[in-house]
């Protein structure tokens, strides 16, 4: 198992200190870090997936995704939305290339989607819109958690997926086996 430790500017003396521990699931990647307690995030980092920021005051400019933390309850701590959508440059959707879906669906409507860089698209079609009582599953499994899934399960038929060979799906099944969970392997969505 990889360790990684990172360290911040020393807060001030009216913080109490805590060590938080957390990893990727695997555990490949593991880190501690002694912050001030954590009670809520400073608006100021947000909680990226352990992302860096640029322009940042230095020792602010780690975001981490509470989630990742051992003992933390994310559901008690504050949360500053953020309007991202807003930040130039917009991002675009990106366009799917690949095959229709086969399924022969009558009044079929296309949804399309995409990993975040685009390596990797979808196209989906089914009948009429995605219907509110489609059921969707969000596991308290430990992946779901971490990574913050909901999935829904249409017919294979109703799926086309293309993905870059130059990067490909990644995929990493654990603990029971009961799903490959794959990835791109570029940007990690």
């Not at 001030?36 to 322009?55: A, D, Y």
């Not at 933390?69 to 008690?76: A, G, R, S």
């Amino acid at each position: 198992m990889a360790e990684t430790s990172t360290s911040t500017s020393t807060p001030s003396p009216s913080h109490e200190m805590k060590t938080y521990k957390g990893s990727c699931h695997c555990g490949t990647i593991a880190f501690s870090l002694t912050l001030p307690e954590i009670k809520r995030f400073c608006p100021v980092c947000g909680t990226g997936v352990m992302g860096k920021r640029h322009n940042a005051e230095p020792g602010m400019d780690i975001g981490i995704n509470a989630r990742t933390l051992e003992d933390v309850d994310v559901w008690k701590l504050k949360v500053r939305k953020v309007d991202g959508t807003s930040y130039e440059p917009k991002w675009i959707p990106h366009k799917f290339i690949g095959p229709e879906p086969t399924a022969e669906i009558e009044d079929a409507r296309m949804y399309y989607g995409s990993c975040h860089c685009g390596a990797t698209t979808i196209a989906l079609k089914n009948k009429g819109g995605i219907d509110p009582s489609t059921e969707m599953v969000e596991c308290n499994c430990t992946i779901y958690y971490k990574r913050s899934l909901r999935h829904i399960y249409p017919l294979t038929t109703q799926l086309s997926i293309v993905t870059n060979p130059s990067h490909p799906l990644t995929s990493y099944i654990f603990g029971r086996k009961m799903m490959k969970h794959m990835f791109c392997s570029n940007c990690g969505i």
